[in-house]
């Protein structure tokens, strides 16, 4: 069980890594799936879930009673960047619990911890309202992720995937690090990361030198050093550290000349912070 954060009211935040672990835990009251999709027993499904190793299981806890859930799993067909792709399956909060942003916690928690893109189905209009307000969009033929075989689905490209949590949120940053690289061993990544949301004092000590940059990348110019080749800008990235120049923006730019894959280029400096290679289909 890998806790990564707790909020100022108690509620505890986890990724279950085994069914054993359910055997401490209860469940909460839990209605719309049993209602909808006929869920009767929640803590078996869990089990079932947590068997299969495609699976992320995140749930929110009030000591040891679960209060809150969100299942996703690893989508087979690549994304067009190479990067990994999730389908979030289902996501419940209790209705204790209801109508109070856990939910959005919940899925920000998420969205943080798992690499790559993100997809779902949206089962109704107040699904796809929440999915909206998440920065879920309907994808096209240019997006990161190819849908056209999957109608009605949405995609959370990972360039666009949150980064803020209200002060309410309190972000345990070890335990992401050490669940991301437990986890995901092939794709640990520290610096692609996305960071906890900066202090206002590291926001006035970086803003100066991120907004000529942010700039430069709005107005179409080439942030790109010359040490580097030209590559496609495919939106920006916080990184988990800053740069050696003190910023934390990057741009993210598919390479496909002599190396393929994604370039992450400091906004600030110019300087190359990572580079991911594309993964060869076999």
């Not at 992320?56 to 679960?66: D, H, Q």
């Not at 010359?226 to 916080?238: A, N, R």
Request: proline share 5%; aromatic share 10%; hydrophobic share 35%.
């Amino acid at each position: 069980m890998i806790e990564l954060a707790r909020t100022k009211d108690g509620l505890s935040f986890h990724v279950l890594e085994h069914s054993f672990e359910l055997e401490k835990l209860k469940v909460g009251n839990f209605s719309y799936f049993q209602k909808h999709l006929g869920m009767t027993n929640y803590m078996a499904n869990f089990k079932s879930w947590l068997k299969r190793p495609s699976v992320i299981l995140l749930v929110a806890m009030s000591g040891k009673t679960i209060v809150g859930w969100c299942m996703n799993e690893k989508w087979t067909p690549p994304s067009q960047d190479g990067r990994p792709v999730h389908v979030l399956r289902a996501i419940e909060v209790s209705d204790d619990i209801s109508r109070k942003g856990y939910g959005k916690i919940i899925f920000n928690l998420v969205s943080r911890f798992i690499p790559g893109h993100i997809i779902t189905k949206p089962v109704n209009n107040n699904a796809k309202e929440f999915f909206k307000s998440l920065g879920f969009v309907s994808p096209d033929s240019n997006s990161a992720v190819s849908l056209m075989d999957y109608p009605g689905y949405a995609l959370l490209e990972e360039s666009d995937k949150p980064v803020e949590f209200s002060d309410d949120v309190n972000i345990l940053n070890e335990g992401f690090e050490n669940g991301y690289k437990k986890i995901f061993p092939g794709e640990y990544l520290p610096e692609a990361v996305v960071s906890e949301v900066m202090s206002d004092s590291d926001e006035a000590s970086t803003a100066n030198k991120s907004d000529a940059c942010d700039k430069s990348v709005e107005e179409g110019q080439e942030p790109i050093s010359g040490s580097l080749i030209d590559g496609q800008l495919k939106g920006k990235q916080k990184m988990m550290s800053p740069c050696k120049c003190g910023a934390y923006q990057t741009a993210k730019y598919l390479i496909s000349d002599n190396r393929e894959g994604t370039a992450y280029i400091c906004l600030s400096c110019k300087e190359e912070r990572y580079f991911l290679p594309l993964k060869k289909s076999t």
